[in-house]
């Protein structure tokens, strides 16, 4: 067999390819999900520390009651769930350095396709193998006392898939120009830790806060993403549960409906500003 | 000397079909360093072109230009007829390209690495298994198609690198030091798959290397030097611009020898380290009318100007002290088009 004289074959334009570029850019980020066994495990292990731990530990100080006929350890159960995506996703992101570090970055910049199509794919590849790991997490869930309801489970995986997009997104707008994979990290750890702390994965963010700290938490997009799947998750657990743990503007509980058009609208900002950046000429 | 002139190659009438590359004032600068200073050339559609000149002349810089990873400065540049800077994507959709470094994702298969090549390249669906079956035979991976990337050798990585700049039928295949870090056997065996090529592919190779024995494999070469092209032509042509052959001779008697060889033939001569050296402009046929002066010849030999003089006569040094006056395998300034902002 030969590569016979070649006549002019070129791939297609438009649209179609570009969406072709950005399904091909996801669906590398899950190959290498799948043969990347030792991210998988490792990733479990801050989450069952939360979970088990922190929720065992500070369950035992808190009264009976003070979540309706939920434990502590239940609820934080939406909350662990959506910062092991905000892990995941953020990881999956910054990969794109790794990619520019390692060299496999410049065969997609001179590939046919813009590079919204590059980071479009980007983002709904990590946003992927973010909320595949969180699915493992919920198969924990009759641990904590939440029920296997397929509803419920398939609703937590829609609204932890846009969070994971949004995070994803936001990494892609802290990695996209950086080229080396020391300089990302610390940024990424500085940004975490308050995204995480400041969203109500630990406690309830409306309630007895004081004031600076609640404002804090309200302008995080992250709040209103653990917001969506908490008020999912333990009505279902609690169904006399209402508004009590809900989110609040004022003395208004912020709809689940709004709290995941404004974690979906900032995921797109961050998107385009990621785009935008990538796009750049040098 | 008998240069064509720069930017305009000989016998490119009768083609008829438009240059392959072609540039003009190219210009490229970082900062207060003037990477790429003023560069004209065109390269004909089918020709195997060579970039010579050591690391830090402006060749990486020039062929990113070409394949529209950075933006010039000044001039402008067509590859494959359109514009590096207009018509980007025009240009990245009819070029291949093999880095210094390797661009593979090494947690990927060889066949995973080249199905993501021919689906970010929009390449007809019914085209990819037969195409991979061919790229993968010319370079023998076949049977290592499977095998994950971070398991093959360099010269293995760098050959499947050359299948997938291959894969999407470029018409312009743009190598950039191709062979650099490989052992002798992957060197020959690269220069095997690209002559291959060119007799099975209808393709324009444009390469770069510091290599004086790849650059003599060029149909023509340009010397590079400071971001400028010094000379441009043939191999041959360039090393017959630099002086004739040395004609090397031991007699019983060599100052009666020069004087007769002066005297009789009209040519010039010099002595090196004590011996007679006759220039000559054919050196293999000057050597019988040596003996035909009566002349009691001991020994003779014939040199040719080699590129690495052609080198030293354009540029002023010799490849070897530039090479390491460059400091080593340098790169190009910028990691990528994104930039380097560290």
Sequence with gaps: MTATTAPVRLGGRGLRHELRAVRVVWHRDLLRFRTDRGRILSSFAQPLLFLFVLGQGLGATLP???FGDAGYSTFLFPG?????????AVFSAISIVWDRELGFLREMLVAPVGRTSIVLGKALGGATVATLQSVVLLALAGLVGVPYDPVMMLATVGLLFVVAFAITALGLVIAVRVDQIQTVMPRVQLLLAPLMFLSGAFFPVSGQLPGWLHALALANPITYGVDAVRRVVLSRVDPSIGDSVALHWGSWPVPVWLDVVLVAGV???LLAVAAWMFSRPE | MTLTALGTPSGEAGTGRPP?????GLVK?????EAVRGIDLSVRAGELFGFLGPNGAGKSTTIQILCTLLRPTAGAARVAGFDVVRDRTEVRRHIGLVFQETTLDAHLTAEQNLRFHADIYGMPKAEVGPRIDAVLEMVGLTDRRRSLVRTFSGGMKRRLEIARGLLHSPRVLFLDEPTIGLDPESRAGLWGYVDRLRAEEDITVFLTTHYMDEAERCDRIAIVDSGRIGALDTPSALKASVGADRVRVRTADDDAAEALVRER???ETAREDG???VLAPD???FVPRLFELGLTVRSVSVSRPTLDDVFLAYTGARMSERQAAAGGPARSPVAGPAGGRR
């Design chain 1, 64 to 66: 009976v009651g003070t």
């Design chain 1, 80 to 88: 662990v769930l959506a910062t092991s995506v905000m892990f995941t």
């Design chain 1, 267 to 269: 995921g797109g900002v």
């Design chain 2, 20 to 24: 392959a590359v072609e540039v003009s």
């Design chain 2, 29 to 33: 600068t970082f900062g207060d360093v």
């Design chain 2, 265 to 267: 033939l009209g040519v």
């Design chain 2, 275 to 277: 011996v007679l050296v």
């Design chain 2, 283 to 285: 050196g293999e046929r």
